[in-house]
């Protein structure tokens, strides 16, 4: 139940493996929470990470539990955490390393068991260097690291992906075999636009 970091070029497949490991852990039959930090603000970063009471601030009319709350028991998904804010990451450091973790506008921390998979296209190693992301989070997370090779290095993978999904979805389907076996024929040299960055 160590923290993971997945790596790779965006459509990659990184919520994929993080789903993967949270099925196949002691942990499957609890929630797995989804947040992309690349699409929340910085300011709103903190309350969806830890949720907030009421009062908090202006307009907080009642209480509500964040990602780590959500996920208790189960896996939280960050999602993009290089573009997580460089102030809130200490919090996020002792979410981790404490399980216990503070709304926004209480005295208390809370209790939390949760095991934080993050996942990031950019260069943490790079980012850390530059002073843009704390070594110690980087290295806490990266216990179990997983390196995610773009589409367009894995064409052998292809077919056998393709193949399965096949054998899943249309079994002994004579017509389909022979549909995917030309569709891949036609596919072996494709550049795969997209998948270059």
Known sequence: ??????????G???????????EASGRADKPFVILDAGAIAGSLAEMELFGHT???????????????????GGTLFLD???????????RLLRAVDEGTI??????DRRKVNVRLIAATHRPLAEMVNQG???????????VLELELPPLRTRGEDLAHLAWAILDS????DAEARYALENALETRASFPWPGSDR
Do not use: C, M, N, W
Not at 1 to 10: F, I, K, M, N
Not at 12 to 22: Q, S
């Open 12 to 22: 990659t497949g990184k919520e994929l493996v993080a789903r993967a490991l949270h």
């Open 54 to 72: 009421r009062g908090a601030f202006t307009g907080s009319h009642g209480e509500r539990a964040g990602a780590f709350e959500r996920a208790h």
């Open 169 to 172: 979805i249309a079994p002994g």
């Open 102 to 107: 503070q709304r926004i506008g209480d005295r």
């Open 132 to 142: 843009s992301f704390r070594e110690d989070l980087y290295h806490r997370l990266s």
């Open 80 to 90: 993009e955490i290089g573009e997580l804010p460089l102030e809130l990451q200490p």
């Open 1 to 10: 139940d160590q923290p993971g970091l997945v790596r790779g070029e965006s």
